[in-house]
């Protein structure tokens, strides 16, 4: 049984007319995030461009939203996420805001509406740290990348 939380949504005026996320199958983890835009957006190749969603979210403390890469867009336009995941805190309460990369050959145009992100929200879970003079001893050790030779 999956758990669930309310997340609080206020949308702004150029979000009129779109459609709230939703997971678009029962399996779904991450719901889709649409161009608010009043206009077409252009990203070169090379470019990053900031795409406005429209929307604001209170999300419950101990929960974070993460924004990650639509795996479509990545395979076909090479659009992805510079910062993925970005991570939306519990406290931010500003327009949820999208940084695209072009990573691809042509120039990408979003449109108002188009799918342009997911939205995963997950539990989050805080740390303390303490000071020690050893660490417990395991097989791998200081091995850093590439140490399995793989």
């Known amino acids: 049984m999956s758990q669930s939380v309310e997340i609080l949504v206020k949308t702004l005026p150029h979000f009129e ?36 969603t429209g929307l604001c979210i209170a999300i419950p403390y101990f929960y974070e939203v993460q924004i990650r890469p639509r795996s479509g867009l990545a395979l076909k336009n090479g659009i992805t996420l510079p910062n993925s995941p970005g991570t939306i805190d519990s406290d931010y309460r500003g ?52 140490h399995t030779g793989h």
């Open 17 to 52: 007319g779109l459609e709230l996320p939703k997971y678009q199958t029962e399996g779904s983890a991450g719901m889709d995030l649409t161009a608010a835009c009043g206009a077409d957006i252009t990203i070169l190749p090379g470019e990053r461009k900031l795409v406005p």
């Open 95 to 146: 327009e949820l805001q999208v940084i695209l990369l072009n990573s691809g050959q042509e120039p990408f145009v979003v449109k108002r509406g188009m799918r342009i992100a997911q939205m995963i929200v997950a539990p989050v879970v805080k740390a303390s740290f303490q000071i020690v003079d050893n660490l417990d001893d395991t097989v791998r050790a200081a091995g850093g990348f590439g």
